[in-house]
């Protein structure tokens, strides 16, 4: 049974930082890359930041540039989402995803709230 788990969301002051992480089970999470995407009241979906399998490689958006870091521990199953200098902007749910190499297998954690307040 696939699970990917997020939890370390919570409400921040902003300027405040918060650490996201996302435990996974029930794949090879060693051999997926890993995506945290964010979705705010309203809006789309978008994706937040990457990394890939051996964690070698990551991309960010413009917006989270600077002030987020994605990482893993493929010993622990874990990826982490580090997000400091917090904007109410940034106030969104957070999801953890995994995407195979050949992206035929994609999946979704539960979210995790974050507010970022003013």
């Known amino acids: 049974q696939v699970q990917l788990v997020e939890s370390g969301g919570g409400l921040v002051q902003a300027g405040g930082s918060l650490r996201l992480s996302c435990a996974a089970s029930?794949?090879?999470?060693?051999?997926?890359?890993m995506r945290w995407y964010r979705q705010a009241p309203g809006k789309e979906r978008e994706l937040v930041a990457s990394?890939?399998?051996?964690?070698?490689?990551?991309n960010y958006a413009d917006s989270v540039t600077g002030r987020f870091t994605i990482s893993r521990n493929n010993a622990k199953n874990t990826v982490y989402l580090q997000m400091n200098s917090l904007k109410p902007e940034d106030t969104a749910v957070y999801y953890c995803n995994a995407l195979s190499y050949y992206r035929q297998y994609n999946y979704w954690g539960q979210g995790t709230q974050v507010t970022v307040s003013s």
């Open positions: 029930g794949f090879t999470f060693g051999s997926y890359a």
């Open positions: 990394i890939n399998s051996a964690g070698g490689s990551t």
